[in-house]
């Protein structure tokens, strides 16, 4: 995980600290970590977003001479190969693993939302029977 710009209580601080290396070694962001990686480093990838990039540069080129035969087909190539990256087992991969680890941070947000209200609730009972 990375570092963070600000402090919190030492306590506080450490405490996140454990639970961001715990949440750093769970089987969904570590597998999350690796599939990610392969995309990034796959050289057919690579290639097919820059070709889908020259697509769609060549159609709002074209767009702007007004050569609309041109955009449309500089339009339908850019579609052919953003279909054939968004088909590819690695992307279909990564973005299931991209959901379980949204799921995942999402789910440790909220127990720690509502952990923190219920703990600021009680405080603020404690202090209003204290009254």
Do not use: C, W
């Amino acid at each position: 995980m990375e570092k963070r710009d600000f402090q919190y209580e030492d306590n506080i601080d450490l405490k996140l600290n454990e639970l961001l290396e715990k949440i750093d070694q769970t089987e969904v962001i570590v597998s999350y970590k690796k599939i990610a990686l392969k995309v990034d480093q796959h050289d057919g990838l690579k290639q097919l977003v820059e070709e889908i990039k020259g697509h769609q540069k060549d159609a709002v080129q074209f767009n702007h001479y007004e050569k609309l035969e041109a955009e449309k087909e500089a339009l339908r190539l850019a579609n052919a190969k953003q279909k054939e990256f968004d088909e590819h087992p690695l992307v279909i991969a990564y973005r299931e693993k991209l959901v379980e680890a949204n799921d995942l941070l999402q789910h440790v947000t909220y127990l720690l939302e509502r952990n923190v209200n219920d703990g600021l609730e009680d405080k603020l009972s404690q202090a209003m029977k204290e009254e």
